[in-house]
């Protein structure tokens, strides 16, 4: 069966410090990756999304970059953080042989200070 | 792009009773409607999804119906239990390729009251 994990599952860091998130999914192939990040109003934003290893699309400008060094990883990271970076990030992945369905790590928290 | 929105933003239920919700859509090419659950400080969940060939999906006590005429969709949860308390998700997307990206609603806080 597939699993999704990512860690650190909760993080504080201050103003202007790096950041790394990361997420492997295991259990397929050639997954679609995605980074999500949940504001205090709910809603999921989409921030990046990735069709295989080295391809990244970006939804919205931000401090924000992703890489995708291998088939099932996935790194979100900052070179500085800002204030505004604060929230519940969330990694998912799909698939066509699972019809394309979108699912969801447990998520990061992060605080920024 | 796909607009989803949600109604009611939050809804509070009696133990018992049912709960639906009820989300708009936009874009008429959108052929797949998933619905998550996240519990509080966790990953949305996926529990019940429609594909635009079928009218109404169930299973055990959710179920989901779709209007693609009216371009809405709703999820219904009947016997209501303490449990179903969470912020609940529809979404929206086209079946085309590889690359499914979902638009999702702003979620609905459903509250179940002992």
């Known amino acids: 069966s597939q699993t999704i994990h990512q860690w650190p599952a909760t993080l504080v860091q201050p103003v202007g410090s790096p950041l790394s998130l990361e997420c492997t999914v295991e259990?397929?192939?050639?997954?679609?990756l995605y980074w999500y990040r949940q504001a205090a109003g709910r809603g999921l934003q989409l921030l990046f999304y990735?069709?295989?290893?080295?391809?990244i699309s970006s939804e919205v400008p931000q401090n924000l970059s992703a890489s995708r060094p291998q088939d099932r990883q996935f790194i979100l990271s900052s070179k500085k953080l800002l204030l505004s970076d604060s929230g519940f990030y969330l990694c998912?992945?799909?698939?066509?042989?699972?019809?394309?369905?979108?699912?969801f790590g447990e998520g990061s928290w992060l605080t920024v200070v | 792009g796909e607009n989803v929105e949600q109604h009611p933003s939050t809804l509070s239920v009696q133990e018992g009773d049912s709960a639906v919700i009820k989300c708009t859509y936009s874009?008429?090419?959108?052929?797949?409607f998933p619905w998550y659950k996240q519990e509080l400080g966790k990953g949305p969940q996926l529990i019940i999804d429609?594909?635009?060939?079928?009218g109404e999906k169930k299973d055990q006590r959710i179920a989901v119906t779709l209007n693609k005429t009216a371009k809405h969709f709703s999820l219904h949860i009947t016997e209501t239990q303490p449990e179903d308390s969470a912020v609940y998700f529809c979404?929206?997307?086209?079946?085309?390729?590889?690359?499914?990206?979902?638009?999702f609603g702003k979620g609905n806080q459903v509250v179940v009251i002992p």
């Open positions: 874009d008429s090419a959108s052929n797949y």
């Open positions: 979404a929206a997307s086209p079946l085309a390729g590889g690359n499914n990206r979902l638009a």
């Open positions: 998912a992945w799909s698939s066509r042989d699972r019809g394309n369905t979108i699912y």
């Open positions: 259990g397929t192939s050639n997954p679609n």
């Open positions: 990735s069709v295989g290893i080295g391809q």
């Open positions: 429609i594909r635009s060939n079928v």
